[in-house]
C-alpha cells in the first residue's frame, strides 16, 4: 500500500518511550534527589559521616549533578537520544558514591540507590530498565559489602531485588502493553477503515511534510463520478465495494513511494513522491502520466455486479511550485479538479503553474 514511506520507527532500546516525558521526569527526580541529599545533611548530620570533606564532596556532587538534571527538566527536547537513560545511570553511580564516602548503609541511602530503577522502569523499554535495575541492586550489594560485609548483603540485597525487580517487571510489561495499544490506535487513525488508504488527516500531515522536505512533486485530487447514483440504485454495500474498487486501482497506478489517501465520501488524493528530485519545477510529465493512469484504470472498472455500469474518476492536478504553501497548491488541484468535472467529468485537469 503506497502509504507514507517516513513512518515512525520504534525506538532504540535505550531510549525512551515518549523522549520529552522521560527528560522531564528523570530531571526532576535527580533535582529532588539532590536537595533531598543536602537538607538531608542538615537535619540528620552524621549521614555525613566522620570522613573529612564529607559536605563538600556531597555539596559539589549535587550541584553538578542538579545542574545537569535542571537544564534537561526544563529543556527536554534539547537532551540526547540516550540522556534520560544516561542521567538516571549517572545519579545512580553518583549517589553510590557518596554513600560509600559517608559511610551510609542506612535503609534510606539503600532505598535512594533504587530511584533510577524505578524511572527506568516507568519510562524506558525492558532491556534498559533491566539494566538500571541491576546497576541498582550491584551497587546496594557493593555498598552493602564493603561497609557491613557478607552479613549486611544476604540481609538486605535480597529484598532490594525482589523489590525492584518485581516493580521493574509489573511496570515494563504495562508500558509494553500500552505502548502496543498507541501503536494500534495511531494505525487506526491514519487508516481508513473501508478502503486502507490513509484517512484525510493523515493525509494532510504526509503532504505537509513532503512538501517541506522538498519531495512533493505534485498533487492529484480524483473525485468518482456520480457516486450518488451507485448508492442510490444498488444500495451502500454496492458503494462500499465501488469504493474498495477505485482505492485499489488507485494504489496499483499510482508509484512505490507516492502517497494515497481517501478524504471522505467519494474523494481520493494522491502525492506524488519523487525523493530524487528537489523542488516542484521538474517532473510535469511524471504528474500527467500517472494521472492519466489512474483515469483509465478507473475507467476500465464496472460497479461489482452490474457490468453494464461503469465507472469513471475526474482528475485535477497541480504540480509543486517552489515557495508556493500547501494550502495554494491545494486550491489549484482543487480548481483543476472543479474544471475537470464542468467540462464533463472523466478526464484529466492540469493547473497551471
Given at each position: 500500500?503506497?502509504?507514507?514511506?517516513?513512518?515512525?520507527?520504534?525506538?532504540?532500546?535505550?531510549?525512551?518511550?515518549?523522549?520529552?516525558?522521560?527528560?522531564?521526569?528523570?530531571?526532576?527526580?535527580?533535582?529532588?534527589?539532590?536537595?533531598?541529599?543536602?537538607?538531608?545533611?542538615?537535619?540528620?548530620?552524621?549521614?555525613?559521616?566522620?570522613?573529612p570533606g564529607g559536605?563538600?564532596?556531597?555539596?559539589?556532587?549535587?550541584?553538578?549533578?542538579?545542574?545537569?538534571?535542571?537544564?534537561?527538566?526544563?529543556?527536554?527536547?534539547?537532551?540526547?537520544?540516550?540522556?534520560?537513560?544516561?542521567?538516571?545511570?549517572?545519579?545512580?553511580?553518583?549517589?553510590?558514591?557518596?554513600?560509600?564516602?559517608?559511610?551510609?548503609?542506612?535503609?534510606?541511602?539503600?532505598?535512594?540507590?533504587?530511584?533510577?530503577?524505578?524511572?527506568?522502569?516507568?519510562?524506558?523499554?525492558?532491556?534498559?530498565?533491566?539494566?538500571?535495575?541491576?546497576?541498582?541492586?550491584?551497587?546496594?550489594?557493593?555498598?552493602?559489602?564493603?561497609?557491613?560485609g557478607p552479613v549486611?548483603?544476604?540481609?538486605?540485597?535480597?529484598?532490594?531485588?525482589?523489590?525492584?525487580?518485581?516493580?521493574?517487571?509489573?511496570l515494563t510489561r504495562?508500558?509494553?502493553?500500552?505502548?502496543?495499544?498507541?501503536?494500534?490506535?495511531?494505525?487506526?487513525?491514519?487508516?481508513?477503515?473501508?478502503?486502507?488508504?490513509?484517512?484525510?488527516?493523515?493525509?494532510?500531515?504526509?503532504?505537509?511534510?513532503?512538501?517541506?522536505?522538498?519531495?512533493?512533486?505534485?498533487?492529484?485530487?480524483?473525485?468518482?463520478?456520480?457516486?450518488?447514483?451507485?448508492?442510490?440504485?444498488?444500495?451502500?454495500?454496492?458503494?462500499?465495494?465501488?469504493?474498495?474498487?477505485?482505492?485499489?486501482?488507485?494504489?496499483?497506478?499510482?508509484?512505490?513511494?507516492?502517497?494515497?489517501?481517501?478524504?471522505?465520501?467519494?474523494?481520493?488524493?494522491?502525492?506524488?513522491?519523487?525523493?530524487?528530485?528537489?523542488?516542484?519545477?521538474?517532473?510535469?510529465?511524471?504528474?500527467?502520466?500517472?494521472?492519466?493512469?489512474?483515469?483509465?484504470?478507473?475507467?476500465?472498472?464496472?460497479?461489482?455486479?452490474?457490468?453494464?455500469?461503469?465507472?469513471?474518476?475526474?482528475?485535477?492536478?497541480?504540480?509543486?511550485?517552489?515557495?508556493?504553501?500547501?494550502?495554494?497548491?491545494?486550491?489549484?488541484?482543487?480548481?483543476?479538479?472543479?474544471?475537470?468535472?464542468?467540462?464533463?467529468?472523466?478526464?484529466?485537469?492540469?493547473?497551471?503553474?
Amino acid at each position: 500500500m503506497p502509504t507514507d514511506p517516513q513512518q515512525p520507527r520504534r525506538g532504540r532500546w535505550w531510549v525512551a518511550r515518549d523522549h520529552v516525558a522521560a527528560s522531564r521526569a528523570v530531571g526532576a527526580m535527580t533535582a529532588i534527589g539532590c536537595l533531598y541529599a543536602l537538607g538531608n545533611g542538615v537535619v540528620s548530620p552524621e549521614t555525613m559521616g566522620t570522613r573529612p570533606g564529607g559536605w563538600l564532596v556531597t555539596g559539589i556532587s549535587a550541584a553538578l549533578v542538579g545542574l545537569l538534571a535542571v537544564a534537561m527538566a526544563l529543556r527536554p527536547r534539547r537532551a540526547p537520544a540516550v540522556g534520560p537513560a544516561a542521567l538516571a545511570a549517572l545519579a545512580g553511580g553518583v549517589v553510590l558514591l557518596l554513600c560509600l564516602w559517608t559511610d551510609d548503609a542506612s535503609f534510606g541511602a539503600q532505598i535512594y540507590l533504587g530511584w533510577p530503577a524505578l524511572f527506568a522502569a516507568f519510562h524506558l523499554r525492558p532491556r534498559a530498565a533491566w539494566l538500571l535495575t541491576a546497576q541498582a541492586v550491584l551497587a546496594d550489594a557493593v555498598l552493602l559489602g564493603l561497609l557491613e560485609g557478607p552479613v549486611g548483603v544476604l540481609r538486605d540485597t535480597p529484598a532490594h531485588l525482589a523489590t525492584f525487580g518485581l516493580v521493574t517487571l509489573l511496570l515494563t510489561r504495562s508500558g509494553e502493553s500500552q505502548e502496543r495499544l498507541l501503536a494500534r490506535l495511531r494505525s487506526e487513525a491514519a487508516e481508513d477503515a473501508l478502503t486502507g488508504l490513509l484517512t484525510r488527516r493523515a493525509f494532510d500531515a504526509a503532504l505537509a511534510a513532503r512538501v517541506a522536505d522538498g519531495t512533493a512533486q505534485g498533487l492529484l485530487l480524483v473525485d468518482l463520478d456520480r457516486f450518488k447514483s451507485v448508492n442510490d440504485s444498488y444500495g451502500h454495500p454496492v458503494g462500499d465495494a465501488v469504493l474498495c474498487t477505485v482505492a485499489a486501482e488507485l494504489r496499483a497506478a499510482c508509484r512505490a513511494g507516492d502517497v494515497v489517501g481517501r478524504l471522505g465520501g467519494d474523494e481520493f488524493a494522491v502525492v506524488l513522491v519523487c525523493p530524487d528530485v528537489r523542488g516542484g519545477a521538474a517532473g510535469a510529465g511524471d504528474l500527467a502520466e500517472v494521472a492519466h493512469r489512474v483515469r483509465a484504470a478507473v475507467a476500465r472498472c464496472t460497479v461489482p455486479g452490474r457490468r453494464e455500469h461503469r465507472l469513471s474518476v475526474s482528475v485535477g492536478g497541480a504540480r509543486v511550485v517552489a515557495e508556493e504553501s500547501v494550502a495554494a497548491l491545494v486550491d489549484r488541484a482543487d480548481a483543476a479538479l472543479y474544471e475537470a468535472k464542468r467540462a464533463g467529468r472523466d478526464r484529466v485537469v492540469q493547473a497551471r503553474g
